[in-house]
């Protein structure tokens, strides 16, 4: 069982379940047309050669039907494996030792076609073949039930997947010896199992027992050692339990680094590590971990390989969050460059990947270099998404900020306009994000003294956010902020007064008095008490942010 089983765990990512076929040799490109009448002739000449039960018409078999697979001709690949089957059944020479390849390869294409039912019959025919040839409780049969196990698990079918895996090691403690591996993998799958039916403390349970069947029987050097201390990792993960999932991904981590494993397998264990850091806001941590993986990636499949992207996406948008913009920056140039060397670009995941790029380049005041960038984003995503999605209002948003930042106020306006009208159509008009559009025109309105204008963009904003939020949100707190501002530029004390006022109190209460947008309106406010000639109130607001350790600093407008 066990060469099978590291067969089918290595292949785990592939989708569908032709998980259960052997792999082909690699050779010179040729097109699968070419490559499936050569092997059929291959075939051909080996049964006449060696007859039909030589190894090396079995593995031909198996090549031919791989071949079939990727040109998605199911139908075709079936109809050789029963066609073979035919030919050998009831041969004295046709051992259910020999026969199971082709079973388990049957099975598997009946299920990628979603014939389950015949699958099963495969399946049970072979139970029945092993029975008789080995008996209930051999470890051929036992072998028999964990590949059906793997089958169900894949299909989705957990009872069944359960059932059948817990046939085999009930079997296996029988009649396997106390240092057999395949106890082991068979509680690992059990765990995955369970992790599937996110039966988390069960699946972790398993994972447990394995790993300490194996410290126990001297199988802790086994490659498989590490894997299940990974599975154990992600079903931590998937229960919410981080600190768990941390502390067995760094084991692995350890473990993998110990046996000086595949630069691959390393830097899968420690995404997973940084994934996790990253989920407990351990950005510092994260950010060392996603670039070690993205160091050992680079290393093994060069600068430009697709399995780059995610590692360099990650630790950008963290260089982004630790306000690390010149190296965010340098890390989404990478990211553009690498879709823009890939044979399938991604236009979408390429926009975006600009207009993070532009974000930073806007961060840190390099507005003519930013421009550009969040021009070709919007061109991508004119030309492969629809005018009303809602993904081109990012690039758009962003651009009329660097065109305001130019001063550049007539296309900023037009920009904005279309970012109105796509957020309307894609969310409602009633829509938060809708509103926030319409401040970033009332900022706009009021940077050309329109100031009519901007308390008409304001007063629109807060109505939306007041029904869709309500008052005592964050955001409102920040319109009617801008409010207050726009009404003490225009020298309307009283109402500037109430709405600043009105703004401190939802910010403190929704934000807390130490919020970095909290403060700015609080200064905002001493400000104004300041200007009406009310020390009294100052010192007052004043005295509340000593209270609560804030340091006597100026703050931008938020």
Request: with cysteine; proline share 5%.
């Amino acid at each position: 069982m066990l060469a099978w089983h590291l067969y089918f765990r290595r292949v785990m990512t592939v989708a569908g379940l032709a998980l259960f076929l052997a792999a082909a040799p690699v050779g010179a490109p040729e097109s699968p047309s070419v490559a499936l009448d050569r092997a059929r002739r291959e075939l051909n000449e080996l049964e006449k050669q060696h007859g039909l039960f030589h190894p090396a018409v079995r593995q031909q078999i198996e090549t031919v039907v791989l071949q079939l697979v990727k040109q998605q001709n199911l139908s075709a690949a079936e109809s050789l494996l029963v066609e073979a089957l035919r030919r050998r059944e009831g041969a004295p020479a046709a051992t259910i030792s020999y026969l199971t390849p082709y079973y388990l390869s049957l099975a598997a294409i009946y299920g990628n076609q979603g014939k389950f039912t015949a699958a099963e019959k495969v399946f049970g025919k072979m139970e029945k073949k092993i029975q008789a040839a080995h008996g209930k409780k051999s470890r051929e049969m036992a072998d028999c039930y964990y590949r059906m196990s793997l089958y169900f698990r894949i299909k989705g079918d957990w009872k069944k997947a359960e059932k059948y895996g817990k046939k085999c090691l009930d079997i296996q403690k029988n009649v396997s010896p106390p240092a057999d591996l395949d106890r082991a993998l068979a509680m690992n799958n059990l765990g995955l199992i369970k992790t599937y039916r996110r039966d988390y403390d069960d699946a972790v349970d398993w994972f447990q027992q394995a790993i300490v069947h194996m410290r126990r029987n001297g199988l802790d050097e086994q490659p498989d050692f590490p894997i299940i201390v990974m599975n154990m990792g992600a079903a931590y993960q998937r229960d919410g339990k981080m600190a768990d999932a941390e502390s067995t991904f760094a084991m692995a981590v350890t473990l993998l680094e110990q046996r000086d494993a595949a630069g691959g397998q390393l830097a899968g264990a420690l995404l997973k590590l940084a994934e996790v850091q990253e989920e407990q806001r351990n950005i510092a941590a994260a950010m060392a971990t996603y670039a070690q993986a993205l160091a050992i990636q680079e290393n093994e499949a060069g600068r430009n390989a697709p399995v780059l992207i995610d590692p360099i996406s990650r630790l950008a948008d963290l260089s982004v969050a630790a306000e690390e913009y010149v190296q965010a920056a340098e890390l989404y140039r990478r990211l553009v460059a690498l879709y823009d060397t890939q044979p399938d670009p991604k236009p979408v995941n390429l926009a975006m990947a600009l207009n993070n790029l532009g974000e930073c380049l806007y961060q840190l005041r390099q507005y003519h270099a930013a421009a550009p960038v969040f021009q070709r984003a919007i061109e991508l995503l004119e030309k492969n998404v629809p005018q009303d999605n809602a993904q081109l209002s990012l690039p758009l948003n962003n651009l009329a900020l660097v065109c305001q930042k130019q001063q550049d106020y007539e296309q900023a306006e037009g920009l904005l306009q279309r970012v109105l009208v796509v957020d309307s159509a894609a969310r409602g008009r009633r829509h938060p994000v809708v509103a926030i559009t319409l401040n970033n025109l009332g900022l706009l309105a009021e940077d050309q003294e329109k100031f009519k204008e901007a308390e008409e963009y304001y007063r629109r904003a807060l109505a939306i956010q007041e029904e869709a939020l309500g008052p005592d949100h964050p955001e409102t707190g920040l319109t009617v902020l801008n409010l207050g501002l726009l009404f003490q530029r225009q020298e309307r004390p009283a109402a500037a007064g109430e709405y600043l006022e009105r703004a401190v109190n939802i910010l403190v209460d929704a934000l807390g008095p130490d919020n970095p947008d909290t403060i700015a309106a609080i200064r905002r406010l001493i400000a104004f008490y300041q200007a009406q000639n009310r020390p009294r109130d100052a010192e007052r607001l004043e005295e509340f942010l000593r209270e609560n350790s804030v340091p006597d600093d100026t703050s931008s407008r938020p």
